[in-house]
């Protein structure tokens, strides 16, 4: 039997709001962290088509009805940052130790080149809890793990495995996995899911976040097919090796169907940066059509048995 997720039907649960200019057109792509029995969301944003991305909050007690959304943006490029002076996109949240990890797409442009030439890389930066509990957004020093490499969508593992940080990243079509002893050089990258059904056919991502599971790291990653929509899938990775793929989806898990993922700005588009567990049920937030922002649910234990051996 063909799993998916269960759409919420109260979706979408944040659209753009008209008189903010830097969110008045789209916001979608969020982040989602549950702390202090309250998810966190941070959401990208933009104002115009191809205008810059900045980084809203918003939060929600029960995971689904908005409860708190911030006017002005929590993080956005760094003035002077050639790096990523065209926007931060794309957030992804991980809680290790007192702090708050963020990794981020930085789009900006090679420095010094003549004409000039845009880029996409990896931007990572990291805020400890207490200020982001209490909203005093005092980012740390921002760092790229792979310096002007064409990567986006990095996930971190919100533990150590083997003695070491892992990430997950996509340089396309694949996602790969890097290592690091220190959370900011990070080195021995190789492939781990490569497209393999025809709804993967262009390019694979990371979605949210690895989940810690009982039988191992559950992901649920993007896919891009031949006609540019794009799909959930998900994969179930072994427990202490993370280049090791045990189960995945044949059929994805979410594909675009409501009006609010096939019609927007950019449509027939489903696209995760965050989920988390509640009570065994995962709470996954998505953009639709990038341009309002969804939840879905499912059971932890059904999705895992819906996934095939490898």
């Not at 982001?132 to 760092?143: C, I, V």
């Not at 792979?146 to 495995?161: G, R, S």
């Not at 990070?186 to 490569?194: C, K, P, Q």
Request: aromatic letters at 12%.
């Amino acid at each position: 039997m063909h799993f998916k997720f269960e759409r919420y039907k109260g979706n979408p649960i944040l659209k753009p709001i008209s008189n903010h200019i830097w969110e008045a057109l789209m916001v979608f792509n969020c982040a989602a962290l549950l702390k202090d029995d309250k998810i966190h969301l941070v959401y990208r944003a933009r104002g115009s088509k191809g205008g810059v991305s900045r980084l809203g909050y918003a939060s929600s007690s029960d995971g689904f009805k908005i409860d708190e959304r911030l006017s002005k943006p929590i993080f956005e490029a760094e003035l002077g940052n050639e790096f990523e002076c065209l926007g931060c996109e794309d957030p992804r949240l991980v809680e290790i130790g007192d702090r708050i990890y963020l990794t981020y797409t930085a789009y900006g442009r090679v420095p010094g080149m003549v004409p000039p030439y845009t880029s996409i890389q990896v931007g990572m930066t990291s805020i400890l809890t207490s200020d982001f509990l209490n909203h005093r957004w005092n980012w740390g020093k921002r760092t790229y793990p792979f310096p002007l490499v064409d990567n986006k969508h990095a996930c971190l593992f919100p533990e150590k495995i083997g003695g070491r940080w892992v990430m997950y990243h996509r340089i396309p079509p694949h996602i790969w996995v890097a290592y690091s002893d220190n959370l900011i050089d990070w080195r021995e990258t190789s492939i781990v899911l490569s497209p393999r059904e025809s709804w993967e056919y262009f390019k694979l991502g990371g979605g949210a976040p690895p989940l810690k599971v009982k039988d191992g790291w559950l992901i649920i990653y993007h896919a891009v097919d031949r006609e540019w929509h794009y799909r959930l899938g998900a994969a179930l990775i072994d427990m202490n090796n993370p280049e090791k793929v045990l189960r995945r989806s044949r059929e994805p898990v979410l594909e675009p169907e409501e009006d609010y993922e096939v019609d927007g700005v950019v449509p027939n588009v489903v696209f995760t940066c965050g989920a988390v567990i509640r009570d065994n049920q995962i709470l996954l937030y998505y953009g639709g059509a990038d341009t309002v922002i969804c939840v879905a649910t499912a059971e932890v234990s059904d999705l895992v048995e819906s996934l095939e051996e490898v």
